[in-house]
């Protein structure tokens, strides 16, 4: 087990719906990932098919292509070291969930699925995903990983279980739009989560404009103590 990860946070702008691009945006990323030698990088919430695809995700083609694309996506790790965390829709028992991919040399290697759904005047994920079970961590070189992602670090008991169950960290991909201060309210909420778990959490957020909605990234670290010791523009 390592005592230490060089982690890079891929904030940027994936287009609703640009399924060739986005992926192509993922591959350049983890190129870059790779000759910075990170271990690991993280991607912003459902960034394959773009946050948030709204009615696509009614039209079965899409939900298929858009996981194919991942799985292609996943084939890039191959040869770099570095293990991809990216979000994409995922299907598991007939049932469709927003979920991120865990990817190494070429291939998914685990999955993990968002149990809280937003359902308020600008996400409807419920009207098109289903409540996932409490997830349990993934190891990634021999470091376990709690993965809530972004409405779930609204709710406690969702980092409580994966630090019960031995994540040392917590790693939280976002779609996070921007109104007045919005900066403010996550650094509370990402510091109330690691007062109470004890690990620290890093949350990345997407950058830029999707229809009437304007990602303004901000991407920060927390370490236990509440200290920002990693804060993106």
Request: net charge negative; aromatic share 8%; glycine share 8%.
């Amino acid at each position: 087990m390592t005592d230490r990860l060089r982690i890079a946070l891929a904030q940027l702008n994936p287009t609703v719906g640009a399924l060739a691009a986005n992926l192509e945006l993922g591959r350049k990323a983890l190129a870059d990932a790779a000759a910075a030698k990170a271990d690991i990088i993280l991607f912003p919430e459902l960034f394959i098919t773009g946050y948030f695809p709204d009615d696509l995700l009614f039209k079965p083609r899409f939900v298929a292509d858009a996981m194919a694309t991942a799985e292609e996506f996943a084939k890039a790790t191959a040869g770099t070291g570095v293990t991809a965390i990216m979000p994409c829709v995922g299907q598991d028992g007939g049932k469709l969930y927003n979920s991120v991919l865990i990817c190494e040399n070429g291939e998914v290697v685990a999955r993990r699925y968002k149990r809280e759904l937003p359902n308020d005047d600008i996400f409807y994920e419920r009207r098109y995903f289903e409540r996932a079970e409490l997830q349990e961590p993934v190891t990634i070189k021999g470091v376990s990983i709690g993965i809530p992602i972004c409405e779930d670090i609204w709710h406690p008991e969702v980092c409580a279980h994966l630090v019960d169950n031995g994540a040392r960290m917590l790693l939280c991909p976002n779609g996070s739009p921007y109104w007045r201060n919005k900066q403010a309210t996550r650094y509370k909420l990402v510091r109330d989560r690691v007062a109470e778990d004890n690990v620290p959490m890093l949350y990345l957020n997407q950058v830029g404009g999707q229809d009437e909605l304007v990602y303004d990234g901000a991407s920060f670290g927390i370490e236990p103590g509440g200290r920002l010791v990693v804060q993106a523009k």
